[in-house]
Nanobody, 125 residues
Framework: QLQLVESGGGLVQPGGSLRLSCAAS????????IGWFRQAPGKEREGVSC????????YYADSVKGRFTISRDNAKNTVYLQMNSLKPEDTAVYYC??????????????????WGQGTQVTVSS
């Protein structure tokens, strides 16, 4: 069964950091581009970042550029989202999903298959 499982969320103060993990089971992440998404209460889901498997190319939402870094460890079948300088507006449930074969495209935010259950990130003092 194809499955993605997110972990690493939690409560952090503004300016703090968290690293989210997206672990795949039932399929090999090497073949897929993976995206991170988030959804805050009362808001639509938005694409946060995406990483290709073909060449490691990445996309970031403007709101997280320079603060978040996406990476992947194919040996561990896992994709990560390092989040630094967190702000209260980053509070949301974060999800990962398959967004295509091998390569991310700029419209990754409108794609998504095999969603995980999400992990809550709360930024508050």
């Amino acid at each position: 069964q194809l499955q993605l499982v997110e972990s690493g969320g939690g409560l952090v103060q503004p300016g703090g950091s968290l690293r989210l993990s997206c672990a795949a089971s039932g399929f090999i992440l090497d073949y897929y581009a993976i995206g991170w998404f988030r959804q805050a209460p009362g808001k639509e889901r938005e694409g946060v970042s995406c990483i290709s498997s073909s060449d490691g190319s990445t996309y970031y939402a403007d709101s997280v550029k320079g603060r978040f870094t996406i990476s992947r460890d194919n040996a561990k079948n896992t994709v990560y989202l390092q989040m630094n300088s967190l702000k209260p507006e980053d509070t949301a449930v974060y999800y990962c999903a398959v967004v295509g074969k091998f390569t991310c495209y700029s419209d990754y935010g409108s794609r998504g298959d095999y969603w995980g259950q999400g992990t809550q990130v709360t930024v508050s003092s």
